[in-house]
């Protein structure tokens, strides 16, 4: 069955310190992933996605099939970077088009 | 300005007293989709919209409707709310097949008592 785990409910970091927000999938094909985040009070936005290997905000993930995982990494993070981050698989099966979204985890950036 | 919009914002209501939260997107996306967001449970699909009068269940449609009689509009109803359908509620619109970026509305925060 497609499903993405996020382990981390809550990831507390200092200001500066390098941040790695751990995503990981299932999914029989290939799979098309994306980060999604959502600051206090607002709606959720996309940061980025695998296949235009951008980096947003200073923020990469690679696609490790091997894996199957899709960390979301930052060398030093920054206190607006505090956040609710979502990892999410877009579903080709019986649901075309349809996002599965991992349960999210809280990064909180602290001075 | 590109955006996805949910009417109303906040919403208490009792028990069994049916509502309606409206969403409107003007990029004349043909996905739209319905999000409920719980703490510990993440971003849970409702129902879902490929397009006009296109629509089918998620993950979680129970106590829920929908209608797409345009294609700008995606309708949530709730014929009789209960207490457990307390949430925050997104709805989000996409181009066609839900490829590319989903765009999502600012959320509906609903009390049920």
């Known amino acids: 069955a497609q499903r993405v785990t996020q382990p981390e409910k809550l990831l507390s970091v200092f200001k500066g310190a390098p941040v790695e927000l751990k995503c990981n999938y299932s999914?029989?094909?290939?799979?098309?992933l994306f980060w999604y985040v959502q600051y206090s009070r607002q709606r959720l936005q996309l940061l980025l996605r695998?296949?235009s290997r951008e980096s947003i905000k200073g923020f990469t993930a690679d696609l490790n099939k091997g894996e199957t995982s899709f960390h979301l990494k930052k060398p030093f993070a920054q206190e607006e970077d505090s956040a609710m981050y979502y990892c999410?698989?877009?579903?080709?099966?019986?649901?075309?088009?349809?996002?599965?979204f991992g349960k999210g985890t809280k990064l909180s950036v602290k001075p | 300005e590109a955006q996805v919009t949910q009417n109303p914002r906040y919403l208490i209501t009792v028990t069994g007293k049916k509502l309606t939260v409206t969403c409107s997107q003007n990029?004349?996306?043909?996905?739209m989709s319905w999000y409920r967001q719980d703490p510990g449970l993440g971003l849970r699909q409702i129902y879902y919209?490929?397009?006009?009068?296109?629509?089918d269940k998620g993950d979680v449609p129970e106590g829920y409707k929908v209608s797409r009689k345009e294609k700008r509009n995606f309708p949530l109803i709730l014929e009789s709310p209960s207490p457990n359908q307390t949430s925050l509620y997104f709805c989000?619109?996409?181009?066609?097949?839900?490829?590319?970026?989903?765009?999502f509305g600012p959320g509906t925060r609903l009390t049920v008592t």
């Open positions: 990029m004349n996306h043909e996905y």
């Open positions: 999410a698989l877009r579903n080709y099966g019986g649901s075309q088009g349809n996002l599965i």
């Open positions: 999914y029989s094909g290939s799979p098309e």
């Open positions: 695998h296949i």
């Open positions: 919209s490929m397009n006009v009068e296109v629509t």
């Open positions: 989000a619109s996409s181009r066609q097949g839900g490829q590319g970026e989903q765009y």
